[in-house]
């Protein structure tokens, strides 16, 4: 995964690509880089202005702020249907 500001467009950049299976931790940086090569994994970028970086960050707050309740005994999220506490025998 990338993330860089492009000053002459005042946009930011997000990069990410697959790792397939048959990628071992080793593989350098650049070798993943170039999604010219045959069987490359595949690669998204993301280009948005600072006002939807804004507007992402606020809606994600908001998202993991309306999250599930944790349980007071064991910390594990209460689901809507309910929660097995491994704390409550």
Same mark, same amino acid.
């Given at each position: 995964?990338?993330?860089?500001?492009?000053?002459?467009?005042?946009?930011?950049?997000?990069?990410?690509?697959?790792?397939?299976? #048959?990628?071992?931790?080793? !593989? $350098?940086?650049?070798?993943?880089?170039?999604?010219?090569?045959? *069987? &490359? @994994?595949?690669?998204?970028?993301?280009?948005?202005?600072?006002?939807?970086?804004?507007?992402?960050? #606020?809606?994600?707050?908001? !998202? $993991?702020?309306?999250?599930?309740?944790?349980?007071?005994?064991? *910390? &594990? @999220?209460?689901?809507?249907?309910?929660?097995?506490?491994?704390?409550?025998?």
């Amino acid at each position: 995964m990338a993330l860089t500001w492009q000053i002459d467009s005042q946009m930011i950049r997000f990069e990410g690509q697959a790792i397939t299976g #048959d990628q071992s931790d080793e !593989v $350098i940086f650049d070798e993943l880089a170039s999604d010219e090569t045959d *069987g &490359a @994994p595949p690669i998204l970028r993301i280009r948005i202005t600072t006002s939807q970086a804004r507007s992402f960050i #606020d809606r994600a707050s908001n !998202v $993991i702020k309306a999250g599930r309740p944790p349980c007071m005994f064991c *910390g &594990a @999220p209460i689901n809507p249907d309910g929660h097995i506490c491994p704390r409550m025998n």
